[in-house]
């Protein structure tokens, strides 16, 4: 399987993390763009220093994890920036409101929006992971589009009702979703009806 992951400005690093390391783990090519905001998002997160190079983030992020490309933001000689490219699915996490807006409004400024409207022009799997809270009219008017347009809106928002015990746990319910819309089997969360 053949999956974009961009990563934009939005709280949720850890998530990000999480769904490169299962895709990695399932056999999945992974094509990676992270937008300036994105890269201080994961740096501060994860590494707990806003200030490292973007380069040293992203080795960083990428590190072991074996079918994993990393693109330029601007590298629209990138596969994902194709319709005719083969591509299985885009997601995009986590998904600032800024990109939410963006590709609401038809527009393009980078590679993770170029992908993003592949995704919906080709009829393709699209999962938008936003995390922000609380939203505005036109937050929730931008998210009403693109799920018009044929993406998944999946918030970060991890339930409790499957016993989590550590932010881990919690991680890995809202990753199991993810997962689960892009049809990548996993157990990293018990199913409904099981103990």
């Known amino acids: 399987m053949r999956v974009f992951l961009g990563i934009t400005g939005a709280s949720g690093a850890p998530y990000a993390a999480r769904l490169l390391e299962a895709l990695s783990g399932a056999g999945c090519e992974v094509g990676i763009a992270a937008s300036a905001a994105g890269v201080e998002v994961l740096a501060t997160e994860l590494y707990g220093d806003a200030s490292l190079p973007r380069d040293q983030v992203l080795e960083r992020f990428v590190a072991g994890r074996d079918g994993v490309t990393v693109y330029g933001v601007n590298d629209y000689t990138s596969p994902y920036a194709s319709g005719s490219a083969r591509v299985d699915a885009y997601v995009v996490c986590p998904c600032s409101m800024s990109t939410v807006g963006t590709l609401a409004a038809g527009a393009m400024a980078n590679l993770i929006h170029r992908a993003a409207s592949v995704a919906l022009k080709e009829g393709r799997k699209l999962v938008l992971v936003p995390r922000e809270t609380p939203l505005s009219s036109i937050h929730l008017n931008g998210l009403a ?42 157990t990293l969360t018990p199913r409904w009806g099981q103990s």
């Open 145 to 186: 589009t693109l799920q018009g347009a044929g993406a998944t809106i999946l918030f970060a928002a991890p339930g409790f009702y499957h016993g989590a015990e550590t932010i881990d746990d919690l991680v890995d319910f809202v990753v199991a979703r993810i997962l689960d819309q892009l049809g990548v089997e996993n």
